[in-house]
Structure formats: structure tokens, C-alpha cells
């Protein structure tokens, strides 16, 4: 059965890089079946989906996000990582990784396979944006 | 960018039915997801493609989705499934892709 962790600093200080990393285990990072999402949640808010990444490399990222987001893979380790930059108090959020399952989609006559579910869920890491 | 609207609250005495709806335009072409989501923990998928149940999940808890709207229905309410819940689509008609609702509190009363 899958397990996400995520590890990494608890506290970021504005304008700097906040790096996270999600480590799986119960299976593995290279799997054809799965896409491997962040997804953030600000004190008291809603769930704000940051990007997806693929095994391969492939990534899709919230657009709102994407000037400032990068997702990689490390499947040696069977690990993913969030670096998001030039961080703010906004930032402020408790940070969470999932694996996302890969499903149909169709539109416009076409199908094809993206990233839909996500389960299972990390226990989410609070990252707090403070000097 | 696409949007899907839940209501902020609902509330249901124990043993009745809770409905929580999630609306976005045509999202009846659309897999939906639900999520819920207990004060401090991480959420946890209870249905997805619009009406499976993963497993673990009690058949109290089902789904039905067409046109306009997507509906998370929650039988024989308990206590314990007071929580937030999300409703959750992949949309690539505008490159926001993954997109959450904003949320529903179901108060158990």
C-alpha cells in the first residue's frame, strides 16, 4: 500500500526558495499508473493544487504558480520535490503530497490518459513564510 | 479559468441523508472526485469518477453526476463524517487542469 512522507524546512524566510520533498514507499516512483501531485491548503482555506510530475519528467503546473514552481522526480530515490521561490507570507500553507492516478479524459472527440485522483495523501507538512 | 462552486455549509441530523453539490459548467462530462477532510488531518479520497467508492470507504457514501452539477450523497449520517469536503476535476479546457471546489462543511447536528 502506498505511503507519501513529506520532509523538509518548517520555517522560510521571504523572498527565498521553499523545498520539499515527499518520499514513497509501498511502491514505486516509476509506476505507469501514477502521477505524483503537491497540493497546498493556507490556514484556514481550501486546497490549492501546485503541479503533477511524472515519472518521466513530465509535469503540469497550476499557471497561477508556474513562474515560480518546479516539481522533479529522483526515482533512484523514489522521491519527488517541490521548489517554489521567491516565497511570500502567502506562501504560508500546510503542503502536501499524493500520488495522482492516471485515468481517461475526454474532450473535443479525443480521449486520453491524465492525471485525475488523488489518493493516497501525505500527513502535510505546515510550511510557515516569516523572517 | 474553470470553476467549480459548493456550497459553504450544510447540515444534517444523525441518521439522515446529506446532499453536497458541486456545480461547474457541463461537469457532467467531467470525472469528479470528492475528498474529505477531518480538522487536522490530510484528506482522503471517498469517491471518484463521479460514483466508485475506494475501498474502506462505507457505502453510505455515493456520488452521481450530470449537466450542471455533481452530487456527493451521504447516508445514514454518523458523527464522525462531520468534516470539509472537496469536490475535485481535471479540466484541461483552460491549463489550470487540476481543479478543487472550495470547500463544504457538513455540520452533523
Known amino acids: 500500500q502506498l505511503q507519501l512522507q513529506e520532509s523538509g524546512p518548517g520555517l522560510v524566510k521571504p523572498s527565498e526558495t521553499l523545498s520539499l520533498t515527499c518520499t514513497v514507499s509501498?511502491?514505486?516512483?516509476?509506476?505507469?499508473?501514477?502521477?505524483w501531485g503537491w497540493i497546498r491548503q493556507p490556514p484556514g482555506k481550501g486546497l490549492e493544487w501546485i503541479g503533477s510530475?511524472?515519472?518521466?519528467?513530465?509535469?503540469y503546473y497550476n499557471p497561477s504558480l508556474k513562474s515560480r514552481v518546479t516539481i522533479s522526480v529522483d526515482t533512484s530515490k523514489n522521491q519527488f520535490s517541490l521548489k517554489l521561490s521567491s516565497v511570500t507570507a502567502a506562501d504560508t500553507a500546510v503542503y502536501y503530497c499524493?500520488?495522482?492516478?492516471?485515468?481517461?479524459?475526454?474532450?473535443?472527440?479525443?480521449?486520453?490518459?491524465?492525471?485525475?485522483?488523488?489518493?493516497?495523501w501525505g500527513q502535510g507538512t505546515l510550511v510557515t513564510v516569516s523572517s | 479559468s474553470y470553476v467549480l462552486t459548493q456550497p459553504p455549509s450544510v447540515s444534517v441530523a444523525p441518521g439522515q441523508t446529506a446532499r453536497i453539490t458541486c456545480g461547474g459548467n457541463?461537469?457532467?462530462?467531467?470525472?469528479v472526485h470528492w475528498y474529505q477532510q477531518k480538522p487536522g488531518q490530510a484528506p482522503v479520497l471517498v469517491v471518484y469518477?463521479?460514483?466508485d467508492r475506494p475501498s474502506g470507504i462505507p457505502e453510505r457514501f455515493s456520488g452521481s453526476n450530470s449537466g450542471n452539477t455533481a452530487t456527493l450523497t451521504i447516508s445514514r449520517v454518523e458523527a464522525g463524517d462531520e468534516a470539509d469536503y472537496y469536490c475535485?476535476?481535471?479540466?484541461?479546457?483552460?491549463?489550470?487542469?487540476?481543479?478543487f471546489g472550495g470547500g463544504t462543511k457538513l455540520t452533523v447536528l
Open positions: 499524493a500520488s495522482q492516478y492516471e485515468a481517461g479524459y475526454c474532450s473535443g472527440g479525443s480521449c486520453y490518459l491524465v492525471p485525475q485522483r488523488f489518493d493516497p
Open positions: 509501498g511502491g514505486s516512483i516509476s509506476s505507469s499508473s501514477y502521477y
Open positions: 510530475i511524472y515519472y518521466s519528467g513530465s509535469t
Open positions: 457541463n461537469i457532467g462530462s467531467k470525472s
Open positions: 469518477d463521479d460514483s
Open positions: 475535485q476535476v481535471w479540466d484541461s479546457s483552460s491549463d489550470h487542469f487540476v481543479v
